[in-house]
């Protein structure tokens, strides 16, 4: 079992987001790992375990070692790893178990995609059509948003959350996101901008709907032990949990409770804190009523609640559980992959102290909470400035 606190974050790096065609996914994966490896303080030859994520717009066959090919490096170890958006948070734990019994020394997760300009937006939504059951689900056509739709119908039929609570989502994102230079959409909106934009599919409007980007993130692990002779003080890995309930939305065995119980409840457990210990979240919200079913199953507030939580102010800056100070994936960007590792460059600049205008004074503690498929897979990290 892995020991709080062995594994740590030593470096992060990001790509312009939003609009950028003058990089390929490739350049994208490559710049975001320069930038990793530069701000960790290692070089590119140190790396000997490198995991990404297939593109959308260039798959290879084998894509990691492709992006080691790339960057003229020889990994001893070369993974492309795909469980959708909680990808990048599993991969966490997976390095993190790697490192600690001496498999390799430094990690690299690298995620990027230029969805915006490499596929467009069309051709990304029609991408997207088949993730159904290919028996029970995928010859009715429902695309992403109409599987997510389903779910948020549901919760909002049963728990009584208003279409103005679950819009406070985006309107929050943005507001964090207007104070973010990196991010994508920065112009203020309010609930009734959300709600009285265009209907995507009942219950969801556009603006609480992920846009399509460019982007392109990494992050660096390596041993706590080496990483306190790096560049920055290391974010220490605490806690990590998974859970993986189902594939296609016909097999869940509840569209309004998801594995965020379980996989919080092993990484609160694994760092030995409580949702109240938490300082800072980072909550993945392709959709805005994601959020705030997954606060509620995460424990940050009792069942039926979450909605409530958001329009009372609680996640904004200054409330008592700032949540996706970077923008979030509704108004930071949304490429697909990188959106659930953006939450963890996020989590490590606030305990870093290095967010300026969005920074969460004090913050020690930080979760980030990533999910893929339909709600199907949810990883749960917990990441603080020291050990417990």
Known sequence: MLQSGEIAVAGIGETPVGKVPEFTSIQLHASAII????????????????????SRVQPYLYHAEMIAEYLGITPTHC???????STTASLVDVSAAMLETGRCNVAVIAKADNLATGMGR?????????IGHPEFESHTGPFIVALYALLAARYMHEYDVTAEQLATVAVVDRY?????????????????????????????????????????????????DRARDLRHPPVLLLGAGESHVFEHVSQAPSLTVTGAVESGRAAFAAAGVTPADIDVAMVYDAFSFIQCLQLEDLGFCAKGEGGAFVADGHTRLGGSLPINTHGGVLSHSHAGKPSSLFLITEAVRQLRGDCDARQV???????????????ASHSTLVFGRRAP
């Open 79 to 85: 993974m492309t790893v795909n469980t959708g958006g």
């Open 122 to 130: 069309s051709a990304t939504v029609e991408s997207m059509a088949s």
């Open 361 to 375: 004074d004090g913050a020690d503690l930080a979760l980030v909470h990533a999910e893929g498929g339909i709600l």
């Open 35 to 54: 930038d990793a490896v530069r701000d960790a303080g290692v070089e590119l030859a140190d790396i000997d375990c490198l995991i990404t994520g297939n």
């Open 176 to 224: 964090h996101a207007s104070l973010n230079p990196a991010a994508q959409y920065r112009t203020a909106i309010s609930v009734a901008d959300v709600v009285g934009s265009r209907m995507i599919c009942d219950p969801l409007h556009l603006l609480e709907c992920a846009p399509v980007s460019d982007a392109g993130g990494a992050v660096v692990l390596t041993r706590a």
